[in-house]
Protein backbone atom coordinates (compact mmCIF):
# COMPACT_ATOMS: atom_id res chain seq x y z
CA UNK A 1 0.00 0.00 0.00
CA UNK A 2 1.36 3.63 -0.98
CA UNK A 3 1.10 6.50 1.32
CA UNK A 4 -1.61 8.98 -0.04
CA UNK A 5 -2.82 12.07 1.25
CA UNK A 6 -5.72 12.28 3.50
CA UNK A 7 -6.39 15.67 2.69
CA UNK A 8 -9.40 14.46 0.48
CA UNK A 9 -11.07 12.72 3.58
CA UNK A 10 -14.56 14.74 4.60
CA UNK A 11 -14.11 15.01 8.52
CA UNK A 12 -17.46 16.90 9.83
CA UNK A 13 -17.19 18.21 13.76
CA UNK A 14 -20.23 18.86 15.36
CA UNK A 15 -20.56 20.21 19.08
CA UNK A 16 -23.31 21.67 21.42
CA UNK A 17 -23.91 21.87 25.04
CA UNK A 18 -24.45 18.34 25.02
CA UNK A 19 -21.16 17.33 23.64
CA UNK A 20 -19.05 16.51 20.89
CA UNK A 21 -18.86 14.56 17.58
CA UNK A 22 -16.60 13.83 15.05
CA UNK A 23 -17.81 11.75 11.85
CA UNK A 24 -15.55 10.51 9.34
CA UNK A 25 -17.62 9.09 6.87
CA UNK A 26 -19.37 6.30 8.11
CA UNK A 27 -17.45 6.04 11.42
CA UNK A 28 -17.70 8.51 14.38
CA UNK A 29 -16.35 9.69 17.42
CA UNK A 30 -18.03 11.02 20.18
CA UNK A 31 -18.39 12.05 23.63
CA UNK A 32 -20.20 10.03 25.82
CA UNK A 33 -22.52 12.04 26.98
CA UNK A 34 -23.99 11.58 23.65
CA UNK A 35 -24.80 7.93 23.65
CA UNK A 36 -28.22 8.30 24.85
CA UNK A 37 -29.31 10.21 22.31
CA UNK A 38 -27.64 8.01 19.50
CA UNK A 39 -30.28 4.90 18.66
CA UNK A 40 -28.28 1.02 19.80
CA UNK A 41 -28.26 0.27 15.85
CA UNK A 42 -25.89 3.22 15.02
CA UNK A 43 -23.50 2.91 17.82
CA UNK A 44 -21.45 0.05 15.54
CA UNK A 45 -19.54 2.40 13.64
CA UNK A 46 -19.11 5.06 16.89
CA UNK A 47 -16.11 5.10 19.37
CA UNK A 48 -17.16 6.73 22.35
CA UNK A 49 -14.83 8.65 24.67
CA UNK A 50 -15.05 9.90 28.20
CA UNK A 51 -13.82 13.70 26.63
CA UNK A 52 -13.24 14.40 22.56
CA UNK A 53 -11.10 17.01 24.04
CA UNK A 54 -9.18 15.62 26.90
CA UNK A 55 -8.29 12.28 24.33
CA UNK A 56 -7.05 14.45 21.49
CA UNK A 57 -5.06 15.96 24.04
CA UNK A 58 -2.10 12.99 23.74
CA UNK A 59 -2.93 12.69 19.99
CA UNK A 60 0.14 14.99 18.40
CA UNK A 61 -0.78 18.61 19.32
CA UNK A 62 -4.17 18.50 19.56
CA UNK A 63 -7.74 17.91 17.74
CA UNK A 64 -6.60 19.66 14.51
CA UNK A 65 -3.96 17.83 14.26
CA UNK A 66 -5.08 14.57 15.33
CA UNK A 67 -7.64 14.41 12.86
CA UNK A 68 -4.83 14.33 10.32
CA UNK A 69 -3.55 11.32 11.79
CA UNK A 70 -7.15 9.70 12.35
CA UNK A 71 -7.95 10.50 8.62
CA UNK A 72 -4.98 8.55 7.37
CA UNK A 73 -6.21 5.57 9.01
CA UNK A 74 -9.71 6.05 8.16
CA UNK A 75 -8.41 6.13 4.67
CA UNK A 76 -6.37 3.20 4.53
CA UNK A 77 -9.80 1.54 6.55
CA UNK A 78 -10.08 -1.99 4.50
CA UNK A 79 -6.87 -2.73 5.58
CA UNK A 80 -7.34 -2.90 9.04
CA UNK A 81 -9.79 -5.99 8.57
CA UNK A 82 -8.62 -8.33 10.97
CA UNK A 83 -4.85 -7.03 11.26
CA UNK A 84 -2.45 -7.48 13.79
CA UNK A 85 -1.07 -3.80 14.27
CA UNK A 86 1.24 -2.08 16.10
CA UNK A 87 1.37 1.66 17.56
CA UNK A 88 4.75 3.86 18.01
CA UNK A 89 3.37 6.08 20.80
CA UNK A 90 -0.27 5.06 21.73
CA UNK A 91 -0.55 8.32 23.74
CA UNK A 92 -4.31 8.26 24.55
CA UNK A 93 -5.08 5.42 22.70
CA UNK A 94 -7.62 6.70 20.86
CA UNK A 95 -6.28 5.87 17.79
CA UNK A 96 -5.90 2.16 18.43
CA UNK A 97 -9.43 1.81 19.07
CA UNK A 98 -10.35 3.83 15.97
CA UNK A 99 -8.54 1.15 14.36
CA UNK A 100 -10.35 -1.56 16.02
CA UNK A 101 -13.83 0.07 15.39
CA UNK A 102 -12.57 -0.46 11.62
CA UNK A 103 -11.70 -3.79 11.92
CA UNK A 104 -8.28 -4.26 13.44
CA UNK A 105 -8.24 -7.85 15.46
CA UNK A 106 -5.59 -6.58 17.72
CA UNK A 107 -3.43 -3.14 18.56
CA UNK A 108 -0.31 -3.61 20.35
CA UNK A 109 0.83 0.11 21.84
CA UNK A 110 3.71 1.69 22.54
CA UNK A 111 3.56 4.67 24.95
CA UNK A 112 6.22 6.13 27.27
CA UNK A 113 3.42 7.79 29.41
CA UNK A 114 2.73 4.84 31.82
CA UNK A 115 -0.11 6.82 33.34
CA UNK A 116 -2.39 6.76 29.73
CA UNK A 117 -2.89 3.05 30.44
CA UNK A 118 -5.38 3.63 32.98
CA UNK A 119 -7.31 6.11 30.55
CA UNK A 120 -6.56 3.65 27.76
CA UNK A 121 -8.81 0.86 30.02
CA UNK A 122 -11.60 3.19 31.13
CA UNK A 123 -12.19 4.00 27.02
CA UNK A 124 -12.06 0.57 26.37
CA UNK A 125 -14.69 -0.53 28.91
CA UNK A 126 -16.84 1.94 27.15
CA UNK A 127 -16.47 0.90 24.48
CA UNK A 128 -16.66 -3.27 25.20
CA UNK A 129 -13.06 -3.55 23.71
CA UNK A 130 -11.67 -6.55 25.70
CA UNK A 131 -8.36 -7.00 27.03
CA UNK A 132 -6.78 -8.72 24.69
CA UNK A 133 -7.81 -6.82 21.50
CA UNK A 134 -5.47 -3.63 23.08
CA UNK A 135 -2.93 -4.02 25.13
CA UNK A 136 -0.40 -1.33 26.21
CA UNK A 137 3.01 -1.84 26.66
CA UNK A 138 5.10 1.10 29.37
CA UNK A 139 8.50 2.47 27.63
CA UNK A 140 10.24 3.96 25.12
CA UNK A 141 11.21 2.37 21.89
CA UNK A 142 14.71 2.12 22.79
CA UNK A 143 13.71 0.36 26.04
CA UNK A 144 16.24 -3.02 26.02
CA UNK A 145 13.06 -4.89 27.06
CA UNK A 146 10.95 -3.89 24.67
CA UNK A 147 11.11 -6.32 21.80
CA UNK A 148 11.23 -9.27 24.56
CA UNK A 149 7.86 -7.93 25.58
CA UNK A 150 6.21 -7.57 21.78
CA UNK A 151 8.51 -10.92 20.84
CA UNK A 152 6.30 -12.56 24.40
CA UNK A 153 2.49 -11.21 22.46
CA UNK A 154 3.53 -11.59 18.66
CA UNK A 155 5.92 -14.72 18.31
CA UNK A 156 3.14 -17.06 17.15
CA UNK A 157 1.30 -13.53 15.44
CA UNK A 158 3.36 -11.10 13.94
CA UNK A 159 2.24 -8.23 13.04
CA UNK A 160 0.19 -7.27 9.69
CA UNK A 161 0.98 -3.03 10.06
CA UNK A 162 2.11 -0.04 12.05
CA UNK A 163 0.63 3.12 12.86
CA UNK A 164 2.01 5.83 14.62
CA UNK A 165 1.91 9.47 14.72
CA UNK A 166 5.60 10.72 16.18
CA UNK A 167 6.18 14.49 16.11
CA UNK A 168 6.86 17.14 15.77
CA UNK A 169 7.19 17.00 12.33
CA UNK A 170 6.87 18.38 8.41
CA UNK A 171 3.11 17.04 8.66
CA UNK A 172 2.39 20.12 11.30
CA UNK A 173 3.33 23.03 9.14
CA UNK A 174 1.93 21.85 5.91
CA UNK A 175 -1.34 19.99 6.34
CA UNK A 176 -3.31 20.48 4.89
CA UNK A 177 -1.70 21.52 1.54
CA UNK A 178 1.21 19.60 1.34
CA UNK A 179 0.29 16.68 4.07
CA UNK A 180 2.37 13.70 4.93
CA UNK A 181 5.02 14.96 2.04
CA UNK A 182 7.95 16.17 4.46
CA UNK A 183 8.92 14.88 7.66
CA UNK A 184 11.30 15.97 10.39
CA UNK A 185 12.92 14.84 13.61
CA UNK A 186 10.94 13.32 16.17
CA UNK A 187 11.20 14.01 20.11
CA UNK A 188 14.44 13.09 21.25
CA UNK A 189 14.94 11.07 17.98
CA UNK A 190 11.69 9.03 19.14
CA UNK A 191 11.26 8.28 15.21
CA UNK A 192 14.66 7.27 14.41
CA UNK A 193 14.54 4.60 17.40
CA UNK A 194 10.98 3.43 16.27
CA UNK A 195 12.91 2.91 12.88
CA UNK A 196 15.62 1.02 14.67
CA UNK A 197 13.05 -1.02 16.81
CA UNK A 198 11.08 -1.80 13.66
CA UNK A 199 14.34 -3.21 12.03
CA UNK A 200 14.96 -5.44 15.49
CA UNK A 201 10.70 -6.77 14.99
CA UNK A 202 11.70 -7.61 11.17
CA UNK A 203 15.12 -9.68 12.49
CA UNK A 204 13.06 -11.27 15.08
CA UNK A 205 10.28 -12.58 12.74
CA UNK A 206 7.67 -10.67 14.36
CA UNK A 207 6.89 -8.34 11.09
CA UNK A 208 4.51 -10.01 7.98
CA UNK A 209 6.41 -10.22 4.67
CA UNK A 210 3.88 -7.24 3.22
CA UNK A 211 3.90 -5.18 7.11
CA UNK A 212 3.62 -1.80 6.30
CA UNK A 213 2.53 1.39 7.92
CA UNK A 214 0.31 4.18 8.23
CA UNK A 215 0.64 7.65 9.98
CA UNK A 216 3.22 10.25 10.05
CA UNK A 217 6.26 11.78 11.34
CA UNK A 218 8.71 8.71 11.51
CA UNK A 219 11.68 10.26 8.92
CA UNK A 220 12.64 10.94 5.71
CA UNK A 221 12.77 8.32 2.87
CA UNK A 222 16.99 8.69 3.26
CA UNK A 223 16.92 7.59 6.87
CA UNK A 224 15.15 4.31 5.85
CA UNK A 225 17.55 3.39 3.40
CA UNK A 226 19.90 4.22 5.90
CA UNK A 227 19.25 0.96 8.17
CA UNK A 228 18.82 -1.11 5.26
CA UNK A 229 14.96 -1.00 4.78
CA UNK A 230 13.26 -1.13 1.84
CA UNK A 231 10.91 1.32 1.11
CA UNK A 232 8.12 1.86 -1.69
CA UNK A 233 7.64 4.79 -3.63
CA UNK A 234 5.55 7.43 -1.48
CA UNK A 235 7.27 8.89 1.98
CA UNK A 236 4.93 7.96 5.59
CA UNK A 237 4.54 4.22 4.15
CA UNK A 238 7.46 1.88 4.27
CA UNK A 239 8.10 -2.50 3.70
CA UNK A 240 10.62 -3.90 5.51
CA UNK A 241 11.61 -6.72 3.06
Known sequence: MLFRSAQDISITVLRDNKGSLIRFGEYAIADKSLMNYIPAPLRQNMLFLDSIDDAFKGVGRGLYY?????????????SFQGANVIEFGMGSGIAALFAIKLGARKVVGIEKDSEAK?????????????????????????????????????????FDMGIGNIGPHGVYDDFPVDFGLSFGIGQDGSNLQALDLVYMLD????????????????????????RKLATRKGTGNFSPR
Open 203 to 226: QKGLLKPRFHYIGAGFSKRTEWEG
Open 66 to 78: GLAYLAQIYEARK
Open 118 to 158: AKLKAQMDLNGIRDNECLFIAGNFSDPGIVGQLEKLSRDDP
